[in-house]
T-cell receptor
């Protein structure tokens, strides 16, 4: 375990379902992130939260809705997804911009939309 | 935005061989990190190296910020080194944003 825990590890959902991904960090970091990793593509930053405030929304469709109730927890609410949204969703945290302490990533949620 | 290019895209080695992975970036950066993603998807931070040289066991990295590239050296490779190696940069500004390259897929055969 890296200190960043993501649940569930795997998720299969239909296009009309609503589900949520959860991320929790026990590192005392002040910034949390959602990244999407699709096959053959670089990791794409989706959302950034700094001290619970969203500071970046990287043109993500509204069917993805983030929530950060406190600096230790981050959620990604999913609804009416498309098959092309199937990917590995990674959560990360950092203290400030990372620096020597770096970014810490969770193990990811592998999402399949059917 | 900043562009990050990694080479080679794929690399196959025999156990014990050495290798060099390259990362080129298009603008000045205040943060550069190398990550290893294992076959189970876990991303592990290897180096924070916006400039200079660092070593950690069989791995070392060098960043020449003025020429906008970084190199990751793997010596005496082992099968457990297999996976994807990513370079990621932060070019500064008000938002915390790491931009990733497409990665190098390394396969080390026994």
């Amino acid at each position: 375990e890296t200190g960043v825990t993501q649940t569930p590890r795997h998720l299969v959902m239909g296009m009309t379902n609503k589900k949520s991904l959860k991320c929790e960090q026990h590192l005392g970091h002040n910034a949390m992130y959602w990244y999407k990793q699709s096959a053959k593509k670089p990791l794409e930053l989706m959302f950034v939260y700094n001290f619970k405030e969203q500071t970046e929304n990287n043109s993500v469709p509204s069917r993805f809705s983030p929530e950060c109730p406190n600096s230790s927890h981050l959620f990604l609410h999913l609804h009416t997804l498309q098959p092309e949204d199937s990917a590995l969703y990674l959560c990360a945290s950092s203290q400030g911009r990372g620096g020597e302490n770096g970014y810490t990533f969770g193990s990811g949620t592998r999402l399949t939309v059917v | 935005g900043i562009q990050v290019e990694q080479s080679p895209p794929d690399l196959i080695l025999q156990e014990g061989a050495n290798s060099t992975l390259r990362c080129n970036f298009s603008d000045s950066v205040n943060n550069l990190q190398w990550f290893h993603q294992n076959p189970w998807g876990q991303l592990i931070n290897l180096f924070y190296i916006p400039s200079g040289t660092k070593q950690n066991g069989r791995l070392s990295a060098t960043t020449v910020a003025t020429e906008r590239y970084s190199l990751l050296y793997i010596s005496s490779s082992q099968t457990t080194d297999s996976g994807v190696y990513f370079c990621a940069v932060d070019s500064g500004g008000s938002n915390y944003k790491l931009t990733f390259g497409k990665g190098t897929l390394l396969t080390v055969n026994p």
